[in-house]
């Protein structure tokens, strides 16, 4: 089983649509969440980190981490056809010099 | 803004060549890291650095090798190119030791070995 499960897609929803993204994970030591926006032929940038659980908002983006639940997802409100990419979660745990562990991605396609 | 670069977008070798695979970043960075991705499989690390000459493995580093002699400098180095060693390579740098701070990634090299 992988540390870190993320449905790879793909996704399609029309603009104006709020997008649900998702991970489980199942290292409990995990305490850093990210999300990674990656752009066809382009590498991953950082969208959103969270440490431990709870909510963090930021513009039309919503990311939210359920420890209890081993559950992390991303909420983009007013989809555009430029949210069209390739999301990534990733995770660390607690103490510092700890690699990432990043989800599979999912390829999200926003319809005009 | 980070600029991490890498020296190439695309590369075709042949089984058994030795493959360099360079990149440079411009905000004088502690840490660099290489990755590959693959799809199914997402990133996977192969090897970081936290400073100039040291280097750790990561999750797969089997058939590669690493250098960083100059800080801003990451080289990864396949010995003997193998097929399975088809993929995205991607290299990031982040500025402070401990992998939660920020990593900012290169365009990736689409490596192909026929």
């Known amino acids: 089983q992988k540390e870190v499960e993320q449905d790879p897609g793909p996704l399609s929803v029309p603009e104006g649509a709020i997008v649900s993204l998702n991970c489980t994970y199942s290292n409990s030591a995990f305490q850093y969440f990210m999300w990674y926006r990656q752009y066809s032929r382009k590498g991953p940038e950082l969208l959103m980190y969270t440490y431990s659980s709870g909510n963090k908002e930021d513009g039309r983006f919503t990311a939210q981490v359920d420890k209890s639940s081993k559950y992390i997802s991303l909420f983009i409100r007013d989809s555009q056809p430029s949210d069209s990419a390739t999301y990534l979660c990733a995770m660390s745990g607690h103490f510092g010099n700890e690699k990432l562990t990043f989800g599979t991605g999912t390829r999200l396609t926003i319809i005009p | 803004d980070v600029k991490v670069t890498q020296s190439s977008r695309y590369l075709v070798k042949r089984t058994g060549e030795k493959v360099f695979l360079e990149c440079v970043q411009d905000?004088?960075?502690?840490?660099m890291f290489w990755y590959r991705q693959d799809p199914g499989l997402g990133l996977r690390l192969i090897y970081f650095s936290y400073d100039v000459k040291m280097k750790e493995k990561g999750d797969i580093p089997e058939g590669y090798s690493v250098s960083r002699e100059k800080k801003e400098r990451f080289s990864l180095i396949l010995e003997s190119a193998s097929t399975n060693q088809t993929s995205m390579y991607l290299c990031?740098?982040?500025?402070?030791?401990?992998?939660?701070?920020?990593?900012?990634f290169g365009p990736g090299t689409r490596l192909t070995v026929l």
């Open positions: 905000m004088d960075h502690e840490n």
């Open positions: 990031a740098s982040s500025l402070n030791p401990g992998v939660t701070d920020t990593q900012y």
